[in-house]
């Protein structure tokens, strides 16, 4: 166990590279009820929402979801969070542990009186089933059809193992799976029930080491290794989430620039000719000179490869470039990737 | 329980004596607090190797640690397999997961190392 921003957690329950190969392969159980839930409602909600991220909420239909950063006025990066469309006054925030009272502080600073705010995270569960069998398995403890639920969309009140159950198809590892938002009261018989079936079928509970593993073969990023306050979504990768078009939003002024002008650096991804492990804030460089930094960098058990994420200078980004990463005074060759480095087989939908 | 017949380093090394050389590697301990070991760095065959001094690292997903010689000497060979499957060492730590062969400058350093019984209770077993 340990300290995570401001929680206990657990690097690993049997092991980093099983609990890893057993989401790629049949399912992991992670407890991620570190996660900050905000509740916000009233008519105010969805402007105020819109004014603070930079992906579009007005397209957001009752029961779908979307993932957006939500930036500083100078574009920076606050948080990356998701965003529940609840019901037409009605949302729900879902953000990193680490920020979590940052960003309520945040949300409130800019609130007017026509939204209601509050910090449902001591009371709010979520525990993450992912993998090729999560459906499956899950199914087993629901009579709702599981199948029709979208991708990034939800459905609140839903019976699983006898409680009642926010499941929503997201997740964090690049497999299909459910995230589930329970009473913070029913967590742990949920986890139980849903163990006692899984185990079975090869389904482990897995921890935070599994959890970064999974996410970085996903080429998905984590906020405060791959960005924070001084990096902006375009530099990032992230220009996708940025709805430029949809009207004044914290960051908009900074963000249209840099689409208008480009950036001074960007984020890619590398792999590693050797097998040891590039960590946050190692120097990459290019033909000798320093071009940037590693942001994030582990072992990926299903590529079998040394991989990362580095934030450098756009001259020699583009995947098939060489580049060096500093290891305990080492350079360690490696080659610019594309993203993600792992795709999970798409398989028909079941 | 820690195989009798080595002796243990306070870092978690273990030093079998052959004859007059030295067979190293590092205890289950230490690989269970590791977890799944990525990457190891060995010295070079014919360097030096000093008592308890790093000769090389060890790294897996959660920690990277120096490895430190329970004896000094010259390394006379290296577990060149441990460059394709470090994962031995979670596994067989003792066995095909030894490190180095040392030729050792004087065998008396091994009278610093723990037996088997005190490394338990260092690493806090019964």
């Not at chain 1, 940025?242 to 004044?248: D, R, T």
Request: contains cysteine.
């Amino acid at each position: 166990m340990v300290p995570f921003g401001g929680w206990e957690m657990p690097v690993q329950y049997s092991g980093i590279m099983e609990e890893h190969r057993a989401v790629r392969t049949c399912a992991g159980l992670f407890d991620v009820s570190h996660m900050g839930e905000i509740d916000l409602a009233g008519p105010g909600a969805l402007p105020l929402v819109q004014r603070l991220v930079t992906n579009d909420v007005g397209r957001l239909a009752v029961g779908q979801a979307l993932y957006t950063p939500m930036c500083t006025d100078a574009g920076g990066i606050i948080d990356d969070l998701l965003v529940y469309r609840m019901g037409d006054e009605h949302l729900m925030l879902v953000v990193n542990a680490a920020n979590t009272a940052e960003d309520l502080a945040w949300i409130r600073d800019h609130a007017g009186g026509d939204t209601r705010i509050a910090d449902r995270t001591a009371d709010t569960a979520l525990l993450a089933l992912q993998g090729p069998r999560a459906q499956e398995i899950l199914q087993r403890l629901t009579a709702t059809p599981l199948s029709e639920i979208r991708y990034f969309c939800f459905t609140p009140g839903v019976d699983v193992a006898g409680r009642a159950v926010l499941v929503s198809r997201t997740g964090y590892t690049g497999e299909d799976g459910f995230e589930l938002y329970v009473d913070a009261g029913h967590a742990v018989q949920l986890w139980s029930a849903i163990l006692e079936t899984g185990r079975g079928s090869g389904a482990l509970p897995a921890g935070l080491g599994a959890r970064d593993t999974l996410r970085l073969e996903a080429g998905l990023l984590l906020h405060g290794s791959d960005m924070d306050q001084s990096v902006s979504p375009m530099e990032v990768g992230l220009a996708w989430t940025v709805k430029l078009a949809k009207g004044e939003f914290c960051g908009a002024p900074v963000l249209r620039r840099q689409k208008a002008q480009g950036v001074s650096r960007r984020l890619v991804g590398f792999a590693l000719r050797e097998r040891t492990i590039a960590r946050h804030g190692f120097p990459i460089r290019q033909d000798g000179e320093t071009v940037g930094r590693v942001t994030s960098g582990s072992f990926g058990p299903t590529v079998r490869r040394s991989i990362g994420l580095g934030l450098v200078s756009p001259g020699h980004a583009e995947p098939g470039e060489p580049l060096a990463v500093e290891i305990r005074g080492r350079g360690i060759e490696g080659t610019i990737a594309k993203l993600p480095f792992y795709t999970r087989p798409q398989a028909s939908a079941g | 329980m820690y195989p009798t017949e080595l002796r243990y380093s306070k870092e978690h090394e273990w030093a079998k004596v052959e004859g007059n050389r030295v067979r190293v590697g590092i205890t289950q301990f230490a690989a269970d607090r590791l977890s799944d070991v990525v990457y190891v760095e060995l010295p070079k065959v014919g360097s030096q190797v000093a008592f308890m001094q790093p000769f090389g690292v060890v790294e897996s997903v959660k920690a990277v640690s120096d490895l430190y010689a329970p004896v000094s000497g010259k390394v006379a060979e290296i577990n060149e397999a441990l460059a394709q499957k470090p994962e031995v060492i979670n596994t067989d730590p003792y066995g095909q997961a030894w490190m180095i062969v040392v030729e050792p400058t004087d065998l008396g350093e091994l009278g610093q190392l723990l037996d088997a019984g005190a490394y338990a209770a260092l690493v806090g077993e019964p």
